[in-house]
């Protein structure tokens, strides 16, 4: 089946033609769509692609941080502003990989995939969009959820709120493949902190569900509370709840609710 690629030199051409053509897909680095292309996925007929530099703006001057959805993870690498990041975006594939695959491409990322999405879900980030309707800014968590029915808007940036300190954000990922393998699963922690104890606990985690998502019974055992010994047993007993986790070529649903537990203490407590 022939497949025609359109180049636009605007996001909002481009983000106009996905939404008129069901069988389109934009096309960033390449890493997800040209996979399914190879593999012959006969679903898309039209490629769309946008020359916008502002696809690949980064701002990252003040306390809110804007990453373009056309950014690579090369680039956040090399960023030292977003050395908080690095972990993340360390994690993901080889060098080819981390030189082609884009901030945005990573949302859309089936399970075992996506590790960048479960970073910015624990940092809450906002995802702007652009459709055939105009722009808006989703949520990452709904965004998360109902990527499905997004897929005809274009991503156009990410952004959030840099983590007050180096112990506010922590990352795990788990893979049986180092330093590339799919996860069997990601963990992503935001734990700031008001006169010892914390304030605003996000949790979030990959391979446990169709798509990344927050432990939020962990994340009640933590709020309000020093990060000690009791608190952190509170939070790993209450880890599996809420989640659904995939059984894979990588790991059963049992053995990844089995080590959740397990790999969210190691986190909470800064272990490798």
Same mark, same amino acid.
């Given at each position: ?26 096309l ?5 769509v ?11 007929s039209t490629?769309?692609r946008a ?7 980064l701002?990252?001057?003040?306390s ?5 959805a ?37 949302l ?5 995939f ?23 800014d ?49 963990? @992503? &922690?935001?734990?700031?902190s008001? %006169?010892g104890r914390?304030?605003? $606990?996000? #949790?979030a985690?990959?391979?446990? *569900? /169709? +798509?990344?998502?927050?432990?939020? @019974? &962990?994340?009640?055992?933590?709020? %309000?509370?020093?990060?000690?010994? $009791?608190t #952190?047993?509170a939070?790993v007993? *209450? /880890? +599996?709840?809420g989640?659904s986790?995939?059984?894979?070529s ?11 537990g397990?790999h969210?203490?190691?986190?909470? +407590?800064?272990?490798?």
């Amino acid at each position: 089946m022939p497949v025609t690629v359109k180049t636009f030199t605007t996001s909002s051409e481009a983000a106009a033609a996905l939404s008129s053509e069901r069988d389109a897909r934009y096309l960033g680095g390449g890493t997800l769509v040209m996979r399914a292309l190879n593999e012959g996925d006969v679903s898309v007929s039209t490629i769309v692609r946008a020359t916008d530099r502002a696809l690949t703006h980064l701002d990252v001057a003040s306390s809110r941080i804007t990453i373009g959805a056309g950014v690579t993870f090369a680039r956040v690498l090399a960023e030292r502003e977003l050395a908080f990041l690095h972990p993340v975006a360390g994690s993901i594939g080889g060098p080819a990989v981390r030189n082609m695959g884009t901030v945005g491409g990573n949302l859309f990322a089936p399970t075992p995939f996506g590790d960048f999405a479960v970073a910015l879900l624990a940092l809450d980030a906002t995802v702007a969009m652009q459709s055939g309707y105009g722009a808006r800014d989703v949520p990452i968590e709904e965004f998360l959820s109902g990527r499905a029915r997004l897929a005809g808007g274009l991503v156009l940036s990410v952004s959030l709120v840099r983590p007050p300190g180096p112990e506010a954000f922590r990352y795990r990922k788990i893979a049986r493949i180092k330093p590339k393998g799919a996860s069997v699963m990601t963990l @992503a &922690a935001h734990l700031p902190s008001s %006169g010892g104890r914390i304030v605003g $606990a996000r #949790i979030a985690l990959g391979a446990m *569900a /169709a +798509t990344p998502v927050r432990a939020r @019974a &962990a994340e009640r055992a933590l709020e %309000g509370r020093v990060l000690d010994a $009791a608190t #952190i047993a509170a939070a790993v007993a *209450a /880890a +599996t709840e809420g989640t659904s986790p995939i059984d894979d070529s990588l790991a059963s649903a049992w053995y990844r609710r089995e080590v959740v537990g397990v790999h969210l203490r190691r986190l909470l +407590t800064g272990q490798e």
